[in-house]
């Protein structure tokens, strides 16, 4: 139950909920709800006013430009899940996005929702660090874009404006052969990423590979690339040997998380396992 007042504002234009952002006292933007609800509920967050950006319906728009799949805000995890171009194009991402939650979670929650949530273990994340992925974001001046190596910053802190809404994610495409996947191991009751890995790998015409990227959400403070073990497939042929090297380093320099669902040791032995699976996909679909 929801104790304090608040003013409910559903704008039908994204410029319409920037304006409402920037005359609203202490403001919260809603998508799904998932993240902002239950955190209302609890007392943790207490807007004066919601500005809810359900009625615009361009912002759940998946849709393909030369070279880059744009995905609007509001589309939901099911709806990435199902999308042919993604599975077919950004398969790391329509598997992290199936992955996410359970059913309800994937149909009500978005991907612009989660992003500017900033949960430490959300699993999207990952495959837009992996798949070098912008956010775009809309505030009074206009749009601006924020690579997604730059967007997260720390536990529910992201280089989003108070006034600025995420209005769509933006995946490049890459020419040549191919292939990402996302692999995780879940928290039991919440389905949150304890650590989650995704991999994008590209490959030459002689098979090794030219092209690595490896990024984990769950383990530390914020989603990060794992650039040591990029470094150390760059020129491999990807085989059993070269994965096992560059999962090994996959933790390396940072600082992994430790609470109730896993040790900071554990963590990090999980991100090992899990980048090991993440790449053998992504191999395999690159070589398809």
Do not use: C, W
């Not at 996302?182 to 039991?188: C, D, I, L, Q, V």
């Not at 919440?190 to 030459?204: E, M, N, P």
């Not at 470094?231 to 990807?238: D, K, S």
Request: glycine share 8%; net charge positive.
């Amino acid at each position: 139950m929801i104790t304090h007042p608040f003013t409910y504002l559903a704008p039908a234009t994204i410029e319409e909920a920037v304006a409402l952002l920037g005359r609203s006292g202490e403001p919260k933007v809603v998508a799904g709800g998932h993240s902002l609800l239950p955190l209302m509920k609890l007392g943790l967050v207490q807007p004066e006013s919601l500005v809810d950006l359900r009625r615009i319906s361009s912002l759940r728009e998946i849709r393909s430009e030369p070279g880059t799949i744009v995905v609007g805000a509001l589309a939901t995890h099911r709806a990435i899940a199902a999308d042919g171009s993604i599975r077919s194009q950004l398969a790391a991402l329509s598997d992290a996005a199936a992955a996410v939650g359970d059913l309800q979670v994937r149909s009500r929650g978005t991907i612009g929702g989660s992003f500017a949530h900033a949960d430490p273990a959300a699993d999207e994340p990952a495959p837009a660090l992996a798949l070098d992925a912008t956010i775009r974001a809309i505030g009074p001046k206009g749009h601006r874009d924020i690579p997604a190596r730059e967007f997260f910053r720390a536990p529910f802190e992201t280089a989003l404006a108070a006034n600025e809404i995420v209005s769509e994610i933006r995946f490049p495409l890459r020419k040549g052969r191919g292939g990402s996947a996302y692999a995780k191991f879940p928290h039991p009751a919440s389905r949150f990423a304890v650590v989650g890995v995704a991999a994008a790998i590209a490959l030459k015409d002689d098979g090794t590979i030219e092209r690595a990227a490896i990024a984990v959400t769950g383990a530390a403070a914020a989603p990060f690339r794992a650039s040591a073990a990029e470094g150390a497939l760059l020129g491999t042929r990807g085989d059993a040997n070269a994965i096992a090297t560059a999962a090994a380093k996959a933790a390396e320099g940072i600082t992994t998380l430790a609470d109730l669902a896993a040790s900071a040791d554990y963590r990090r032995h999980l991100v090992t396992v899990y980048a090991k699976r993440a790449l053998a996909r992504a191999i395999e679909r690159a070589r398809a």
